[in-house]
């Protein structure tokens, strides 16, 4: 079964607003990372953030981990036409591999 | 220094052939990892192996599916007799370091395989 559970399923803004994305999860994880994926595409890692971490920053992507609430979110702000993309989180617990949510669909209208 | 490779990106197959999807990791990654992707849906876990050896297929159909990572090549994801049902996206991942402590993971640009 799927760890994280990405809300919103889609999500389309206008250029220069932020997007913010969700992702919840069940068990207890060592981190929790997020990966986008350009349509037709492979995965591109963005960000990891521990589970001792509570935030974290890279350009424009703001990242928060609440371990309390099982629950991270993915801030992109500034959104520009070439962020379109289905954005994951997937985390790592104490099994190998990472666990994938089905993803938000991002659109940036222009 | 090139990434994760895959091919073929894109394969046709009819039913009850058999379907070969390759991957050749990151250079110095040991570690590699598939997943299947279905449209509109995310990455399901299929397989970990190290080289010469399967870390965790509990995510690999018991029947028809197959992976290995030898000592030299690419490591090989194999589907006996197709359905219509494997059509997907399949992914391979890699990393320098597995186990509870894996960071990110590289993935290639993914196998699409059409079975019709």
């Known amino acids: 079964s799927q760890q994280g559970e990405e809300d919103p399923q889609a999500l389309s803004i206008q250029e220069g607003e932020n997007a913010t994305m969700n992702c919840s999860y069940k068990t207890s994880i060592n981190n929790l990372q997020w990966y986008r994926q350009n349509s037709g595409r492979g995965l591109v890692h963005l960000i990891l953030?521990?589970?001792?971490?509570r935030e974290k920053h890279s350009g424009r992507l703001r990242v928060t981990l609440d371990t309390s609430k099982k629950s991270s979110s993915l801030l992109i702000t500034a959104s520009r036409a070439a962020d379109t993309a289905s954005y994951f989180c997937?985390?790592?617990?104490?099994?190998?591999?990472?666990?994938f949510g089905k993803g938000t669909h991002l659109i940036i209208q222009p | 220094n090139a990434g994760v490779m895959q091919n073929p990106r894109h394969l046709v197959r009819r039913r009850g052939q058999e379907a070969r999807l390759r991957c050749s990791p990151m250079k110095g990654h040991s570690h590699v990892y598939w997943y299947r992707q279905l449209p509109e849906e995310g990455l399901k876990f299929m397989v970990y192996l190290q080289k010469e050896n399967i870390i965790d297929e509990s995510g690999m159909p018991k029947e028809r599916f197959s992976a290995e990572f030898p000592k030299e090549g690419p490591s090989i994801l194999r589907i006996q007799q197709v359905v219509r049902g494997d059509s997907a996206a399949y992914f391979c991942?890699?990393?320098?370091?597995?186990?509870?402590?894996?960071?990110?993971?590289?993935f290639g640009e993914g196998s699409r395989l059409t079975v019709l």
């Open positions: 991942a890699s990393s320098p370091t597995g186990g509870p402590g894996t960071g990110e993971l590289f």
């Open positions: 997937a985390t790592q617990g104490g099994a190998d591999g990472l666990t």
């Open positions: 953030i521990r589970s001792n971490e």
